[in-house]
């Protein structure tokens, strides 16, 4: 099993690099699992979105939460599917604490670093 992360800001061609990724293994034969966060199929996802789209130190840090609790779901899916897929893409993972405050966008991303696993 195979784990890409595609990660970068917006516009950096994640979809792009996360598409031919994917394309490229399936045509391989390969069985392939993308995951692109804040996942729209989970609730912590959605709640992320949510909280993205407001302002204030708050809404961060409840977007920045359910965006780590996203990503740990996304994990556990990962682990629990492992034999039925080859690889694994996830589109978004660190980088997200980028687009925190500047006051808050290295500690958020200490945080998120030390809670997530490395692909």
């Not at 516009?11 to 990724?21: C, E, M, N, Q, V």
């Not at 995951?35 to 996802?45: D, L, M, R």
Request: net charge positive; glycine share 6%; charged share 30%.
């Amino acid at each position: 099993m195979t784990w890409y992360a595609v990660d970068g800001m917006d516009g950096s061609g994640k979809t792009t690099s996360s598409d031919f990724i994917r394309e490229q293994l399936k045509s391989e034969g390969r069985k392939v699992l993308e995951i692109t966060h804040p996942n729209s199929e989970t609730k912590y996802g959605r709640t992320s979105a949510k909280y993205l789209c407001r302002e204030g130190k708050g809404a961060v840090m409840i977007a920045t939460l359910f965006y780590i609790l996203d990503v740990l779901h996304s994990l556990r899916v990962k682990r629990k599917h492992r034999d039925e897929y080859d690889d694994f893409i996830f589109v978004r993972y660190s980088l997200a604490a980028a687009y925190m405050p500047r006051s808050l966008c290295k500690p958020v991303y200490k945080i998120i670093e030390f809670v997530l696993p490395v692909p």
